[in-house]
């Protein structure tokens, strides 16, 4: 089946620099979702795409769904505190398939 | 607006015994799905219901019983308990398809022990 790879597994930053992760496939999706989740909390829908080259903002966040189809970015500008969790990205192979779930990127901010 | 609520948060059983999971959602989505979340494997899907009385087989069904007899409840079913089921479940909702973003509740941290 397909998987997803998310780069990288975990990262520090501090407050105020900007974050970017990818998530990648070896297969064509059609549609990216970009989750995040906080601890004790279920995952919450960030961003979705549905276009090849399409870049789409939410607040501070920004993702764009790759040319080539098999990838997708995430981006946070000037990242807080809160911003510390995991962030899945989902992706679709077709619309008769079910997301397929990455593994992660775990995100920690030091003050 | 109170989403989709999943009971209990918290639950330790016993191998062998039955234990069941409940989700509920206020939405009228058609679509719902449970997952189980471990460290190295991200969200895996365990079944999911289209609609009311229509549920398939999703990546890792073994072991599991769903039901949906209303379209506002999804509830998963361990027959007989194993320690690697040990887990945290998630269930989640989408408004008309497959191909529709997915909303999570938050989850239900089961031990067996």
């Known amino acids: 089946g397909q998987q997803l790879n998310q780069s990288p597994q975990s990262m520090f930053i501090q407050e105020g620099e900007d974050v970017s992760m990818n998530c990648t496939s070896s297969s064509i999706f059609n549609t990216w979702l970009w989750y995040k989740q906080d601890p004790g909390e279920g995952p919450v829908l960030l961003i979705a795409?549905?276009?090849?080259?399409e870049l789409t903002s939410n607040g501070r966040l920004t993702a764009q769904f790759g040319i080539t189809r098999k990838d997708s970015f995430l981006n946070i500008s000037a990242s807080i505190p809160s911003d510390v969790g995991i962030y899945f990205c989902?992706?679709?192979?077709?619309?008769?398939?079910?997301?397929?779930f990455g593994p992660g990127t775990r995100l920690s901010v030091l003050p | 607006d109170a989403g989709i609520t999943q009971s209990p948060r918290y639950k330790i059983t016993e191998t062998g015994r039955q234990v069941t999971l409940m989700c509920h959602q206020t939405?009228?989505?058609?679509?719902m799905f449970w997952y189980r979340q471990d460290l190295g494997h991200g969200l895996r899907l365990i079944y999911y219901s289209a609609a009311a009385d229509i549920t398939d087989k999703g990546e890792v069904p073994d072991g599991y019983v769903v039901s949906r007899s209303k379209t506002e409840n999804f509830p998963l079913t361990l027959e007989s308990a194993t320690r690697s089921q040990t887990s945290v479940y998630f269930c989640?909702?989408?408004?008309?398809?497959?191909?529709?973003?997915?909303?999570f509740g938050d989850g239900t941290r089961l031990s067996i022990l």
């Open positions: 795409l549905y276009k090849a080259g």
């Open positions: 939405w009228s989505h058609s679509y």
């Open positions: 989640a909702s989408s408004e008309s398809g497959l191909n529709q973003p997915q909303h």
């Open positions: 989902a992706g679709q192979y077709n619309y008769g398939q079910n997301f397929v």
